[in-house]
């Protein structure tokens, strides 16, 4: 059976600052979703990462498509009225386009979209992350599906030796998508060369050589170039097919154990270690730090089983602590250095102002 797996996120308003949305919030979205998408979603399932709510459905109408996304839409229209009734921050923060436009890609929130044809048995995980970027995905799944150090299917896996066809966006280049496809094994060290410059290059899909069956689909939306400012930091969303021709579900998993840094954290401007946490946690240290949750389901004619929360198991609470540890060293640093991230993504914040100020205090020291 072919169906569609779509996942749309935004932040539409939180309590106390950055942290989490009300129970009222995310009631009155899964109500309409509930309500509203009788006959055209098979199921749902509704949660959150630090502010940002996402909406999981299952469907046969194939990928951007506009009563899906409209669906979804209207249900953060409906939920900003709540948000915004009970005073929560950052209403409809990542709802930056005022009228629909057939679907919301470039319109705020983050989608990650596959059609596939399901397996008899179809597990798939949902990755939703806070206070980071798009291109935090970027090293997880290149170790994931190129490295054998995490991923030993590649090696004893038949199914998956012959490697995955990566598409990878320019995000900066704003006047149309522009991708480019590499392969594993034979383009891995060019596929790395990209994936290292996280601002820029982001793992959009990745698919199976052996099977052309996708594997990864992920978000790659940057927000300050729909708003032309700082709006907030992206976070990003990943779906991800598990087992027989793909990676098994821990070689995906094994990556998060790093902890990572990424860009993100306070006011979206520093670089903090990405920490993989369970479902529905929220934001606090600095406004983090950064975050990933990731819930594991199966799918059957659409029908989804309750999620397995990954994250939430007695290994990766020595994992937090670690890289609290970490999040804690590079903050000693505050603002200096590789503590904060480079100007140049820094251009939509209030430094560039200042900048332009004291521009016009130097001078040229004339020889003595």
């Known amino acids: ?39 055209l979603i098979i199921d749902y399932y509704i ?15 194939g990928v951007l498509d506009n009563k899906i996304h409209k669906l979804c839409w209207d249900a953060f229209l409906v939920g900003t009225k709540v948000a915004k009734a009970q005073g929560l921050y950052g209403a409809g923060q990542d709802l930056l386009v005022s009228a629909f436009s057939g679907n919301v890609k470039g319109m705020g929130p983050q989608v ?3 059609e596939i044809e399901e397996r008899p048995a179809e597990p798939f995980l949902m990755f939703m992350a806070d206070k980071t970027e ?87 939306t ?39 840094f990424v860009s993100g954290f306070m006011r979206g401007s520093h670089s903090g270690p990405l920490m993989p946490v369970k479902k529905n946690s929220t934001i606090s240290f600095f406004d983090g730090p950064p975050v990933v949750s ?4 199966s799918v059957k004619n659409g029908k989804l089983t309750e999620p397995c929360d990954v994250f939430d198991h007695p290994y990766w609470e020595r994992v937090r602590d670690r890289i609290s540890d970490k999040a804690e060293e590079i903050r000693k640093q505050g603002f ?26 130097f001078k040229i020291r004339k020889d003595r």
């Open 1 to 39: 059976m072919k169906i569609t797996l779509s996942i749309i996120k935004a932040d539409i308003g939180s309590i106390g600052g950055h942290l989490k949305p009300s129970q009222k919030l995310l009631q009155a979205v899964e109500n309409y979703i509930k309500e509203k998408g009788r006959g």
């Open 47 to 61: 949660g959150y990462t630090g502010d940002d709510i996402a909406i999981l459905t299952t469907h046969k109408r």
């Open 112 to 114: 990650a979209e596959m």
């Open 134 to 220: 798009p291109g935090a995905f970027n090293l997880p799944l290149y170790l994931a599906f190129a490295d054998p150090m995490h991923c030993p299917g590649l090696i004893l896996a038949p199914s998956i030796k012959k490697g995955f066809k990566f598409l990878i966006m320019d995000v900066n280049y704003t006047k149309a998508d522009r991708i480019i496809e590499l392969v594993t094994p034979e383009e891995s060290y060019d596929i790395a060369a990209l994936l290292r410059d996280t601002g820029r290059f982001v793992v959009e899909s990745i698919w199976s050589r052996e099977t052309k069956e996708q594997a990864v689909a992920a978000s790659t």
């Open 222 to 260: 940057r927000l300050h170039n729909i708003a032309g400012k700082y709006v907030g930091k992206d976070d990003p969303v990943a779906l991800v097919r598990t087992q027989k021709n793909f990676p098994a579900t821990g070689e995906i998993l094994s990556p998060y154990s790093i902890g990572q």
């Open 294 to 297: 990731c819930l594991a389901f």
């Open 336 to 361: 200096f250095g590789q503590a904060m991230l480079p100007m140049s993504e820094l251009e939509y914040t209030g430094v560039m102002e200042t900048l332009k100020e004291l521009e016009k205090r």
